[in-house]
């Protein structure tokens, strides 16, 4: 019995670190991120910071469990739009904003970013690795409608900067 309980312990382990190191490796445009998630905390460090209000559009590109909208929503009255790639995700982002009854003002749509429409965002936010960054630069430019705010949580890109939190990670950018 004891023996036939180890085994099962053990499998789970296999199963928990199969899982873990596939996440390593997908979604294939943030291979190493994928995982590392917004807190609560700095969901509304990031709100603040980046001045979020009602009249706001937040695009979330990558948007994970969608923390960061749920708080733009609940607290700051915004307007969101999550595209997130990964199914697991993307599901647990959906059930969040259905269980906080968010439904009207946050949409969460899976897919590729890179294939998504920006032009209504007044605020991007992301949290992505360099390479990805510096890969959106050309269609923010292209996209994103003067004055729309870009908030970077832990990495920086070369934007126009307007503001930065050196010891929070974050940083504002204006197109
Ligand atoms: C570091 S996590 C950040 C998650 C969330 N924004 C947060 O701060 O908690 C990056 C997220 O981007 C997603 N992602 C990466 N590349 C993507 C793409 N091309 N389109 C949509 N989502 C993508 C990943 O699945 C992952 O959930």
């Given at each position: 019995m004891l023996i036939f309980l180890i085994f099962n312990l053990l499998l789970v382990a296999i199963l928990l670190f199969l899982i873990f190191a596939f996440s390593m490796f997908w979604p294939p445009?943030?291979?190493w991120a994928p995982w590392w998630r917004t807190d609560k905390k700095m969901a509304e460090a990031i709100c603040r910071f980046a001045k979020i209000g009602k009249d706001d559009v937040v695009y979330d590109l990558g948007c994970g469990d969608a923390?960061?909208?749920l708080i733009a929503a609940k607290k700051y009255g915004a307007k969101g739009v999550g595209i997130e790639i990964d199914l697991l995700r993307f599901l647990t982002a959906k059930i969040r904003v259905l269980n906080n009854r968010l439904g009207k003002s946050?949409?969460?749509k899976r897919g590729n970013f890179f294939k998504t429409d920006l032009s209504k965002a007044t605020i991007v936010n992301v949290y992505l690795?360099?390479?990805t960054l510096e890969?959106?630069?050309a269609k923010?430019?292209?996209e994103?409608?003067?004055g729309t705010k870009i908030v970077s949580y832990k990495y920086e890109m070369s934007l126009g900067k307007i503001a930065e939190d050196k010891r929070k990670k974050l940083?504002?950018?204006?197109i």
């Open positions: 445009d943030s291979p923390e960061v909208l946050i949409k969460i690795v360099p390479k890969k959106l630069k923010f430019l292209e994103l409608n003067p940083f504002l950018y204006q």
